[in-house]
C-alpha cells in the first residue's frame, strides 16, 4: 500500500512539473517592424528580460529568418523576390503561472503598446488544450490519492487489529498488575513504529528501482523528474508509514484497554 501510495504522490508531482515545462516550451512570437534596427532590437530585448512573466527569449534578425527558411524550403526567396520577405521576431517562452490564455491576453494587450511590435501570435487552441487536460488529470490524481489513503488506512488498520486481537489477554493481564495505560501502549507503539519505517524503506527502495529502470529507458525524464520530485515522494512514503501504523496501533490497543476480562471472549 505504500508503494501504491507513493506512486500517486509520485505521479502528482511529476504531472505538476510536466505541466509547468510544457507551458514554458509553449512559444510566443512577436514579429518587429520591418524598419526596426539591430540596436533598437537589442534594447526591446533588454527590456522584455526584465518582465516578471519571462522565462526566456530568442531574437531572430531578418537575415537569420531568411537563412532558416531557405534551409527549409531548399531555395533562397530574396533570389526572386529581389529582396529579404522576412521580419525580425522575438521568441519569448512564458513562466508556467503566466502560461494561460487569460494572463496571455493581458500580457499582448501590453507588448503591443510598443509600436515596434506589429503582431503576437501563440497557440491559444494548444494552450487551451493543455491546461485542460492537465486539469483534469490532476483531478483523477487527487481522487486517486484519497481513495488510496482510505483503502491504506483500512488494510493496514485491519491488519494491526488482528495482531493485537492475538495479544490482547496479554493487555488485559497487564491491567490487573497495575500497568498504567502508557506503559501498555508503549511497545506496541514502538513495534509500529518500526514496522512502518521498515515499509516505508522496502517501498522506498522498490519506487528507487522503479524511477531508475525509467531513466535507463529515458534519460530525459529528469527534466520533469527532478531531486526535489523524488525528495518528496520518499518522506511522503515515511510519513504515510508512520503514521499510518502509529495511529492504528494507538486505536487498536485503546480499544482492548477500554474492554472488560468478559468482553475480551466474545470478540
Known amino acids: 500500500m505504500l508503494i501504491l501510495l507513493g506512486m500517486v504522490v509520485f505521479s502528482v508531482l511529476t504531472a505538476r512539473n510536466l505541466s509547468a515545462y510544457v507551458k514554458e516550451n509553449l512559444t510566443v512570437t512577436l514579429m518587429l517592424a520591418e524598419d526596426m534596427t539591430g540596436p ?15 522565462n526566456h527569449l530568442t531574437y531572430i534578425s531578418k537575415e537569420q529568418a531568411l537563412k532558416e527558411q531557405t534551409e527549409a524550403m531548399g531555395t533562397d526567396p530574396s533570389e526572386f523576390l529581389g529582396a529579404n520577405p522576412f521580419v525580425a521576431s522575438i521568441e519569448l517562452q512564458m513562466k508556467a503561472d503566466y502560461a494561460n490564455t487569460d494572463s496571455l491576453k493581458r500580457i499582448t494587450k501590453e507588448l503591443k503598446r510598443n509600436e515596434q511590435v506589429t503582431d503576437i501570435t501563440y497557440p491559444q487552441d494548444l ?16 481522487v486517486l490519492a484519497v481513495l488510496l489513503t482510505c483503502v491504506s488506512f483500512s488494510l493496514i488498520n485491519n491488519t494491526v487489529r488482528l495482531g493485537m486481537y492475538a495479544r490482547r489477554f496479554t493487555i488485559h493481564t497487564m491491567k490487573l498488575v497495575g500497568a498504567s495505560w502508557s506503559f501498555i501502549r508503549r511497545p506496541f507503539l514502538s513495534k509500529a513504529l518500526g514496522t512502518g519505517l521498515l515499509a516505508a524503506v522496502i517501498a522506498n527502495a522498490a519506487l528507487a528501482s522503479g524511477i531508475y529502470a525509467l531513466y535507463t529507458y529515458e534519460p530525459g525524464v529528469l527534466t520533469i523528474i527532478t531531486w526535489d520530485v523524488m ?6 512514503v515515511f510519513l504515510f508509514g508512520i503514521i499510518i501504523t502509529l495511529l492504528c496501533a494507538f486505536f487498536s490497543v485503546n480499544r482492548f484497554l477500554k474492554m472488560k476480562a468478559g468482553d475480551l471472549y466474545k470478540i
Open 40 to 54: 533598437e532590437a537589442k534594447v526591446l530585448c533588454n527590456n522584455l528580460k526584465k518582465r516578471p512573466y519571462i
Open 127 to 142: 494552450m487551451d488544450s493543455v491546461n485542460h487536460n492537465l486539469q483534469k488529470i490532476n483531478f483523477v490524481l487527487l
Open 231 to 236: 525528495a518528496i515522494t520518499a518522506g511522503a
